[in-house]
């Protein structure tokens, strides 16, 4: 007997959720006017504060970063897509640009072409323009192709949204009040605040509360790419998102998908839920931390076998210090892959030195802490995207094709 993934109630509820937001065609349509430049700063500018001119002083500054240098490809291997995590925010990605400007002569810093933040997605920063100039910032100025948000099911919300939530999905959610006005999902099992490991107990129907805040959040700013590190909320964003071409998801680390047997598992959910042109609101798999290049290679093979369209794999070359092995390096193996022929994502969570602000930590520090620490955690950025572009040129050396930001071109 072959159970199915997910019950006429789970859909039913998904289903409501997605009206009650406009419908499949509206969230679609929406994301893509909010990701144009123009229209970004045209809301920016009613927003206020000084978000609009952190984007044009980005416009002023992206005009001074140093340019890739033409090098050689050798079509017989794969390609690294660069990948930098921490941009946390219009405050720290306007310091980054700042220090790869002062640097551009004496040490080129390239901009990743995918960019990771892991900022809780809390009213403040998705309504009052930060997230917006975020984008603006490294979408639409520096040409990434690829910035990923990422939701944690664990930040306080007003309840009045709960309550909103539980008449439109007819579902109930485990909470307990913040304040007078606010509540939060009950986590049961020990992480930071925001939830164990960054969001990845969805127990009961708490995936749908990760799909209300992805939706908001694309809604708002038109951000098309958001973490998940849940096998349900997993299951729930690729039935979701499959009539939402532009909503995509990457699929994190600590889903734990260290082998080939875990990375089939992750391959049947997509495809129970494939859209018409064989393509997925998965666009990005991260293989765990655990993995050899042989099992990455395999991967990717498999991937390929599959016949499931537009999805990248993606490792970690360095970690933050409290992430896990200390020291690691997955650089010998990133080179094996692509000599091998097979694609990857090289992305950094660290530059392999121990930083001030290069830990886990940072990424769960509250909206006006963020700010206040914005030098220091834009250094940080600085010095990964480094790394990834010291990495990359190695790999060009070789004749390896590696890509970097529009800005970078």
Same mark, same amino acid.
């Given at each position: 007997m072959k159970f199915k993934l997910l019950s006429e109630r789970d859909m039913k509820a998904m289903d409501a959720l997605k009206e009650f937001h406009g419908g499949a065609q509206k969230i679609n349509e929406t994301i893509a006017f909010k990701k144009k430049l123009e229209n970004r700063k045209a809301i920016l500018a009613e927003k206020g504060g000084d978000w609009l001119k952190l984007v044009e002083e980005a416009e002023e500054l992206v005009q001074k970063f140093p340019k890739l240098p033409a090098y050689e490809v050798n079509n017989a291997y794969g390609t690294a897509r660069s990948q930098v995590s921490g941009f946390q925010g219009a405050r720290v990605t306007h310091n980054f640009m700042k220090r790869v400007v002062e640097t551009a002569e004496t040490d080129p810093c390239y901009v990743p072409v995918e960019m990771i933040s892991v900022v809780g997605l809390t009213d403040e920063y998705v309504y009052s323009g930060d997230l917006m100039a975020t984008l603006a910032m490294t979408e639409n100025i520096m040409g990434t192709s690829k910035y990923c948000s990422t939701n944690l099911i664990g930040i306080p919300q007003p309840e009045a949204r709960f309550k909103k939530l539980e008449e439109v999905t007819g579902e109930k959610f485990e909470r307990t009040a913040v304040d007078a006005e606010n509540s939060a999902l009950i986590l049961k099992n020990q992480g930071t605040f925001f939830g164990n490991f960054g969001g990845i107990e969805v127990a009961n129907s708490n995936h749908l509360v990760y799909l209300d805040g992805v939706t908001r959040t694309a809604l708002e700013t038109g951000g098309d790419f958001y973490l998940n590190p849940s096998w349900s909320s997993i299951v729930a964003a690729c039935y979701y998102a499959k009539d939402i071409p532009n909503l995509t998801f990457k699929v994190s680390m600590l889903l734990s998908t260290q082998t080939t047997m875990q990375f089939r598992m992750l391959l049947n959910i997509i495809n129970e839920y494939i859209r018409e042109d064989g393509t997925t609101p998965i666009y990005e798999i991260n293989i765990g931390n655990g993995a050899d290049s042989d099992t990455f290679i395999q991967c990717e093979k498999e991937l390929k076998?599959?016949?499931?369209?537009?999805?990248? =794999? +993606?490792?970690?070359?360095?970690? *933050?210090? &409290?992430?896990? %092995?200390?020291?690691?390096?997955?650089? $010998? *193996? +990133?080179?094996?892959? =692509?000599?091998?022929? /097979? #694609?990857?994502? !090289?992305?950094? $969570?660290? &530059?392999? #030195? /121990?930083?001030?602000? &290069?830990? %886990?930590?940072? !990424?769960?520090?509250?909206? /006006?802490?963020? #700010? $206040?620490?914005?030098?220091?955690?834009? $250094?940080?950025? !600085? !010095?990964?995207? =480094? @790394? /990834?572009?010291? &990495?990359? @040129?190695?790999?060009?050396? @070789?004749?390896?094709?590696?890509?970097?930001? @529009?800005?970078? =071109?």
């Open positions: 076998e599959s016949g499931i369209k537009g999805i990248t =794999l +993606a490792a970690h070359m360095r970690i *933050n210090p &409290d992430l896990g %092995m200390p020291n690691f390096d997955w650089t $010998e *193996n +990133a080179h094996k892959v =692509l000599e091998s022929g /097979a #694609n990857i994502t !090289y992305k950094y $969570e660290s &530059d392999g #030195n /121990a930083r001030d602000m &290069d830990t %886990m930590a940072a !990424y769960f520090i509250s909206d /006006a802490e963020r #700010n $206040e620490l914005a030098d220091k955690i834009g $250094e940080v950025i !600085y !010095y990964k995207s =480094l @790394k /990834a572009t010291q &990495d990359g @040129k190695d790999f060009m050396k @070789k004749g390896i094709n590696t890509l970097f930001g @529009k800005a970078t =071109l």
